[in-house]
């Protein structure tokens, strides 16, 4: 037979029959028309026209209600295609376009025929270098780690003007040079140096301080008995006159002249409860040469304690203070002034005497001491 244009392709009319139920129905094909004239669709014999049903993917659905019957619908698939033989490209006519993605392997290329410019980004692995062909232009940033260094081939022309040695640890040999200067000193000596810095306490007796003329604390002297004990206090009472003592230091001259803290060594007068509640303060100022001795103390700071089981005959240690800033901005060699008070309008509520042994400061140092 002949054919005006190609050949149809069309090799099976596939048909199946489904029952009425009397409703706008939804049956299932075998196969997914591509639009709904690829189908023909009869009900009770008579042709349905193509708007009496719907198509998606292999459900058809009709507009309106079927008559129920058995095997009174039916629906034929207009051809479904078969294989078809395209036959061998002629050489040359297989442009990149045609060619689907990850289409081609090895198989199909000619030895060399791939040049730099068709090879992808990341698409060569160790297996495919030369012994000896990867210079330093062609090596990526971080991309060799320690295993491929040969010892001794980092000199220190080849570090970067930073390295990062967190988690290392580094072995130096005694006698090094740091930027220009010729370092002499060993390790063990070094860390001695070290040693000296970070933190320093400084202790301050209560005998060391003075009761103010107004509302000072009572300067005292406790023996206890069984063991002939005298310790220096000073006794400061509860009630809404609050009472002081001041003390002057110079700081060590290692103090880096920032903020400092302090620890309260105190005790009771007999008849305190385990459970009362104490709190001391303490204020700082810093004075200059041809400063006003009569001049205004920095922000106080305030500690609370509480009376232990031993009442008056224990030693109570509080927390340290809150950083304490030392007024008048403090220099090296500045007299440091202080005054510490009970502060009876806080929390404070033991009725009986807090007996203060003394302060401990502690500060930060951070350098060493030059020559007068």
């Not at 009572?218 to 009472?243: I, P």
């Not at 001391?280 to 001795?293: Q, T």
Request: glycine share 10%; proline share 3%; net charge negative.
């Amino acid at each position: 037979m002949s054919y005006l244009g190609n050949e149809p392709q069309f090799s099976q009319y596939p048909s199946k029959f489904f029952n009425g139920n009397g409703t706008a129905q939804t049956v299932s094909l075998d196969y997914a028309p591509p639009n709904a004239a690829a189908v023909l669709v009869f009900i009770d014999g008579v042709r349905q026209d193509t708007s009496a049903y719907t198509l998606s993917g292999t459900n058809l659905t009709f507009t309106g209600s079927v008559p129920s019957g058995t095997n009174n619908v039916q629906v034929v698939h207009m051809g479904l295609i078969g294989t078809v033989d395209v036959g061998v490209p002629s050489d040359g006519t297989v442009t990149n376009a045609k060619m689907a993605a990850n289409s081609i392997d090895s198989d199909q290329y000619v030895d060399g025929s791939i040049d730099n410019a068709h090879l992808a980004a990341n698409s060569v692995d160790s297996d495919q270098y030369v012994d000896g062909s990867i210079d330093n232009a062609h090596l990526a940033d971080n991309a060799v780690d320690s295993a491929e260094i040969v010892a001794g081939a980092v000199d220190s022309a080849h570090l970067a003007s930073t390295v990062n040695l967190t988690g290392k640890t580094v072995t130096i040999p005694d006698g090094f040079t740091l930027g220009s200067t010729a370092v002499t000193a060993t390790g063990t000596e070094l860390n001695t140096i070290a040693d000296q810095y970070g933190y320093m306490t400084i202790w301050v007796d209560a005998g060391a301080m003075v009761s103010t003329s107004t509302a000072g604390a009572a300067s005292e002297t406790n023996e206890y008995a069984t063991n002939d004990v005298n310790w220096d206090y000073l006794a400061f009472d509860t009630g809404g006159t609050e009472e002081q003592a001041q003390f002057k230091i110079v700081m060590p001259e290692q103090w880096n002249l920032g903020t400092i803290k302090a620890k309260f060594y105190w005790s009771s007068a007999s008849g305190s409860t385990a459970g009362d509640t104490v709190e001391w303060g303490l204020k700082g100022r810093a004075l200059a040469n041809d400063d006003a001795i009569d001049s205004a103390f920095g922000t106080e700071q305030v500690i609370t304690d509480t009376v232990l089981a031993g009442t008056n005959g224990d030693v109570h240690i509080t927390a340290a203070t809150p950083a304490i800033t030392i007024g008048n901005t403090p220099a090296l060699n500045d007299i440091c002034a202080f005054e510490v008070h009970r502060n009876t309008d806080g929390t404070d509520d033991m009725a009986e005497d807090a007996w203060l042994f003394g302060i401990l400061i502690q500060i930060t140092t951070t350098s060493t001491v030059s020559a007068w």
